[in-house]
């Protein structure tokens, strides 16, 4: 079986109803998220990572994405990284200052809810 490069997973911060979709480049991050979905990780599983102001194709109608080697799984995070997906668009000009100090995301409410093909996880 060959070893997937990069996989696609989505996620969404209750009692918002957007999602976002992020790209995941490392297998142990790729192992991590399919464990998050099939309930196997129970303790780290919000998303968090570096974002960048610009938008990515695979995550239409958002002016951000995040870094995708930057992206990790944790239980407990700072406020200060904490927003909803809404409230980052919305204030994405602010980002990188006060707002998400060196552009770290940490959603807290993060809840993944699927992934995209190809379909890593089993």
Known sequence: MAVLREAYFV???PPEQSTFVFK???PQSIQQACDIL???EKEEV???GIIVKSPAPYNPGWAFHYEPESISFFAFATEVCDATIDYVQEHIDEAGGSFLP???W???SSQLVSQ???WPCT
């Open 102 to 104: 060196g552009l770290r």
């Open 116 to 118: 995209l093909g190809p």
């Open 38 to 40: 099939s309930g196997k």
């Open 11 to 13: 996620f969404r911060c």
């Open 24 to 26: 995941l480049t490392n």
């Open 106 to 108: 940490c959603p807290w």
């Open 46 to 48: 919000h998303v968090t």
